[in-house]
């Protein structure tokens, strides 16, 4: 297992031009304006901004059982006798909750505790990958086998054996729980880019220049692995939501606090597929699918930025 | 029509476009290779040596492309206008190439043999060459040709030595013996002795087949020992051209000169000229285009200067 | 008492071979000895091809890797057992330069990002007007102005500008010893005399020495004083440059000066070289320590 | 270096060793670490739903001596292990006194059979269609799908089913709602039952698929993306091979190495998904039975069926990687004496 069993997507670092031109870099011509990361990002941006109006002007209270009239449409539309009102744009579910503040509550949340999980993984997978890379010999052994081993297992059964015995997990609990399966990929990535870079002309030379491995480690080292960094945050960010919305379509996790995962769940469970009630579902839905694809494009940007021989071709 | 040039490169010119303007990275060149000849195409890194052969072979990679001129074969047929299936049919029959990266210029998931063997079965026309025992029979020659042992006939590139793996590029190259061998570079990843062996590999195919070769490279000394006839290019130009024993006993641009006396070697212990960027840079005023050329000696050609 | 400046007694370096490495152990360098005196500074070349273990000795003396066995004295101090302090002594004043003069700038950091860093670390200067001072006393050295090149990026200097830089700030550190790896086998050929003069006058201006280690035998020839020949790990001949080149004793020496190509169409290669069929992942296995002959006064030859 | 394969071989068990071994033992822990013993809150809640149970002390007693849970832990933790290895996993909470292994083996077909089709069609199309947007002679009107991929790897299979079963089952009425098999047809190797297993496993098998067939194309795009920069591909250029024959066997076959690898790295996100999808379908697989479990707080059923599935991705992997060095050639054939 080499250089092969590198992240699939990201391969290598750009190759330098050994030519020398002294050709000025204008922003349109940087790295950075990548039109999938810019379109991610702000995409991405709007759609936090939205949440963050909603929160202040839309009234929350909505979000809980009982708090409107039940198997309302949205706006304009109609099922079985009721119109939709603008009181409710996005229509209600069985159970008497606005879907607008569902959505409002639940997207939060699930954006949230993704990117904490995969905060925690991300500095858990640096600070492993760095110091395998780096240290190597037993750390390195130890750091690799555990990796290869948590690799190979689905996060989702596991936590899913933990939550079926301990179903009281709180915000931070869970975040941790699902951290524990999003620290992998930032350790294999950031460890094999350790291990070549450690080898590399500048490190040696910041060594003879009497730098300490922390400095070697976070000065000369990290800021080349920006793009990694950040597309490692993306897609654990990813993983960790799916994984959580997964537990919660299971019928896993804090069921009574509203959240995208648990509204596909009462959604599921109250056959509102059957039932032609499409908002109940393809409501979240589409916000999630929205978030995925915002956080993809922003990783599928920073891969390209980290080589830019994906560019076009 | 029976002609003594082997190809004859007319006016060829390469250019970048780059957004900020275009770069010609081949400037204008113009030279023959003759039946049986080593030619040697020396110049320094950004010479734009390796991007002519590129254009020859159109390999060119994008966004470099071919600005002008025209390459001919055997004086009859023009490469650059050819259409690509036409192109391809001349490729490796009559157009070889032997390339630079002695370590990854072999497919590692072939067997030698297959890689060999699959330039033969795209090019050969005659059936009775195809057959698996006239194939073995003929790599097993090739093989022996360049002096590998038989074993190599069943190994992966891995298996290989950097100096054993270039023997491989020359016996595929010579395969179909084509008319021109391109080198680029062969022997430049390569220790001195192993170095030494693959320039007499190609030594002896050229003595054995009479294949042309254009040999590329930045090596003043090496080239000194391969080649009949060198040309020297500055910044996308030829500057210089002529026989070896002529250009490099009697260099007559102010560019070769400078090459030939910043060159240590182990004749004798001599304080080096040095040259800095900026001095190298001055060569550039002399090169305003079109070049002219004056013939200093028999087939002695060099840009005036002035 | 005069001391030597670095002294190098049979030293060896085994790479692998641990407890829980499965693949065999393979001898990098073996019985190598070297002794570089204090004055006058000299460049002590180290010649091999690739394999020959001379790329590990780079490593050994700047503290990449461990020696297996064997003596390095710097100063008359075990450069294995050396205090904290004595360590950043040797680390300042032991300096490299390498082959790649591209790869040792961090492509993140303009190229003054080098001189910033030792002078930070080794406190080489307090404020800025002294450290640019120091900064713009070492590229004079090599030729070069601050306010041309130490703001620019790497990849806007050219392959011998990269390379004047890294002596540059190895001379910043008034080092006594550098290790130059190839220093000019990445340099387009016309540069390359620009290098190796700033190595001469290191050497007779600012008593630097050098350890030059090569492949090249024509540059070691023009600059080097003393020779050490390396084949598999073991010193095959060593002696002034000069002797080895004209008058080589040892077989392996004889051919590979007999392969060098020189630059004259009339002095051809005489005679073939014939190569064993040879397998790259050769071993090299460890061996008695070789007899050494003395065949000219300084030029030793080992026996075999 | 032959010892590379022994060695490869050797870490590769191990490795897969510990993995279920280290998910054995955490299922163990969990159950213990559950407030209350089960069978205790087993009988418990049998008791609150039916009333007083006379004599209840005594038979949960019994159950505890019978099922060794008043052995000293370590003593249950081995006799634990010993019967996880013969997939022995007691007994069902909700359909008592049903074995949980014949739960799972009931499921374990279904399951299978759905994962292996959805892995084969994303391996050979995902990687067919990656070459072919790879390729600089395919034509552009084709490479403009790319970006459409990008949608698809970001759409997750759960999400995905929803979505499916909303247009094709309930508003197109093209496939069946749930299920995965219709009550009419007979089980076994007939032609109804075939055909009515594939319309049923249709849907399921897309919502997986759309997702990782994505991954897979993206992922074989950017290894040919990097392998045309090498020099034998050049060289094969310059031998004027028939482009076709270039493509697969100079660039896709050196490029497949490293998407066995991705394989491997896909197939726990695979498994995960699969159990999502296969509880939106009803589709009768471990996934449901992991919904079902959760559903009526059966422990013994989630702890097990999840326990299997790491088990099979497990093993998936290890074959996956073990069939890497039978392609490559660097590993297998080194030395060349042979």
Known sequence: MTAATSNRLSSTLPSPASGYQDVKLSFKHSPWYNGKLLAGASVLGLLVLGLLVGHSVWDQELAYVGSSPLNLPPVGLEYKGQVGTWAHPLGTENAGRDMLALIIIGAPRSLLIGFTAAIIGLVVGVLLGFSAGYLGGRVDDVVRLATDITMNIPGLLVLIIIQSALPRAGFFTMALLLSLFSWQGATRVFRAQVLSMKQSGYVLMARLSGSSPFDIMFKEIMPNLMPYLVSNLTFGTSYSILTMVGMEVLGLGAQRIPSLGVTLNNAISASAILRGMWWWWALPTAVLIMIFMCLLLIAVGMDEVANPRLRDA | ?306 | MKQNLLEIRDLTKIYGGGLLSQSPPVVALQHFDLLIPEEPAQIVTIAGESGSGKTTLANLILGFVRLTSGLMLYRGMDVTRMTKAETLTYRREVQAVFQDPYSVYNPYYRVRHIFDVVIKNFRLGSGRRESRDLMEDALRLVGMKGEDILHKYPHQLSGGQRQRMMVARAYLMKPTLIVADEPVSMIDASLRAMILDIMLKLRDEHNISFLYITHDLSTAYQIGDEMHLLYRGLTVEKGSTMRIIENPQHAYAKDLIASVPVPDPAKKWQGRIQMADENEATRHTLSPRPVYWEVEPGHWVAEG | MGGLTIRYLMRRIGIYLFTVFASATLVFLIARATPGDPVESRWRQIEMDQGQIPEIEAIIARYKTRFGLDDPLSVQYVKYLGNTARFDFGYSFSQFPTPVWRLIRRALPWSLGLSVTTLLISFFVGNTVGAIFAWERTPRFIKSIIPSTLIFTSVPSVLAALFLLYVFAMLLRWFPLAGAYSRDVQPGWNWPFILDVIKYGTLPVLSILIVNVGWTVLGMRAMLVTIAGEDYVRLAEAKGLNPFYTLYRYKVRNALLPQLTGLALSLSGLIAGQVLVETIFAYPGMGLLIFQGIRSQDYPVIQATSYMLILLTATSVLLIDLLYPLIDPRITHDGGQA
């Open chain 2, 1 to 306: 029509m029976t002609t003594d040039q082997v190809m004859t490169i007319q006016n060829l010119s390469v250019e970048y476009p780059t957004p900020e303007r275009t770069v010609f990275a081949v400037n204008d060149i113009s030279f023959e290779i003759k039946r049986g000849e080593i030619l040697g195409l020396i110049g320094e890194s950004g010479s734009g040596k390796t991007t002519a052969a590129n254009a020859i072979l159109r390999l060119l990679e994008r966004p470099g492309r071919v600005a002008g001129g025209q390459v001919w074969l055997n004086g009859e047929t023009e490469l650059l206008s050819l259409p690509e299936h036409e192109f391809r049919q001349l490729r490796w029959s009559e157009l070889a190439l032997v390339s630079q990266g002695a370590m990854n210029s072999l497919n590692p998931t072939m067997r030698v043999r297959d890689q060999i063997a699959d330039g033969i079965r795209a090019h050969e026309t005659n059936p009775a060459a195809l057959t698996k025992r006239a194939l073995q029979a003929r790599i097993h020659e090739l093989l022996t040709m360049v002096g590998l042992p038989d074993r190599v006939y069943r190994v992966y590139p891995h298996e290989l030595s950097g100096g054993m793996k270039q023997r491989v590029g020359i016996a595929m190259a010579v395969a179909l013996s084509p008319a021109l061998v391109i080198a680029d570079e062969p022997t430049s990843a390569l220790d001195v002795i192993t170095q030494r062996v693959v320039a007499q590999t190609l030594l002896d195919i050229r003595d054995r087949l009479g294949i042309s070769v254009l040999l590329i490279g930045h090596d003043i000394a090496l080239m000194a020992q391969l080649a009949d006839r060198i040309a020297v290019m500055y910044d996308g130009h030829i500057v210089e051209a002529g026989p070896v024993t002529e250009v490099l006993k009697s260099p007559a641009h102010p560019y070769t000169r400078m090459l030939m006396d910043s060159m240590p070697s182990l004749l004798e212990r001599k304080p080096l000229v040095v040259v800095d960027e900026a001095a190298k840079l001055e060569f550039s005023h002399y090169l305003k285009p079109p070049l002219r050329f004056v013939e200093v000696a028999p087939g002695h050609r060099v840009a005036q200067f002035d």
